[in-house]
């Protein structure tokens, strides 16, 4: 079922809709910023649980520049290095939001911005927003066209498709910002969820400012060796110079076979059973362990500290624009991309 509600707010009128299945599962998604509010799915005592974190009113999401709450993030999602770029022998600027660097593209991200309601398509469950970032936006070259669309499946896949195209060659890796709790978003530290991850190599740091060095390191032997199941707590804390770097988790893995069939993630709510597996045909996912929430007011009073949520955010990697031996995330002028992130639960 489709059903949308309009919100009247200091910017205007927002829309948002909400996509419900027949296995009562449900998402709430909004014009503003194309984000995703609510994630609704039944645990295994038959209660609901909302599984992502939030504000509590549509109001703050304009300035959801700090933690990034279910949000769009585009046109390049993590760190860039020196906020600068050089593409076809031209130096690009961007913001400097970060020390000397750029993170999510800065103070105008695209969660910020209100979309257009492009389509909605009951009969699919599905609804697109359309942005048209025009070039010099943010300080990336070409006039982009952005297209998000949500699809709600009845075997409860929360799709997530990308579909973008530029009048000039500009660097894209856009990304979904959701933080999870699958014990439900309030129910604090997610460090006893099981989590799982196809990913063999990972894409270290050079020190606390996030940027990679540029090495593709095995993560045999470490902690971000994830590909048998472990808690996400169970090496956390451990001395390694990392995961001190990040204070936990938050780093770009590998994947070692992106695909839409086969999960590249399996995480478990150790209270509520809910499963949830990712998929997706990007090459990286930056594993965010919300090292830096810090008793943040959310939904329905809910306080959010440190670790009480994780974030799978499906990308290329970081600085990559600056990192030849990294995987290319230019948009070639006039040629049309597309990507997708799938979001699948189910019980344990
Ligand atoms: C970054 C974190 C940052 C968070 C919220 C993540 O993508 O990697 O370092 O704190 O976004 O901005």
Redesign the pocket.
Known sequence: MLQTQEIETTKGTITNIILSNNQETSVVVSNLGATLLNFKTQDKNGKLQDIVLGFDTIEEYFSNT???FGAS?GRI???TETASFSLNGETFQIDKNEGDNN??SGPNGYQTRVWEVESLDKSINQVTFKLDSPDGDQGYPGHLTLKITYQLTDDNQLKITYQAISDKDTPLSP?N?SYFNLNGHASGSIENHLLQLNASAYTPIKDST?IPTGQIVNVEGTPFDFRHPKTIGQDINQTFDQLQF?SGY?HNLLLDDPNLQTAFATAVGDKTGIKLEAFTNLPGV?F?SG??LNNHPGKNQASYDKRHGF?L?TQFF?NAINTPNFPSPVLKANETNSYQTIYKVSIE
């Open positions: 700090d933690t990034y993030v999602a993590n760190r993170l999510h990304t910002h996030s990040a938050d930056q965010y090292n830096f974030c955010e970081p």
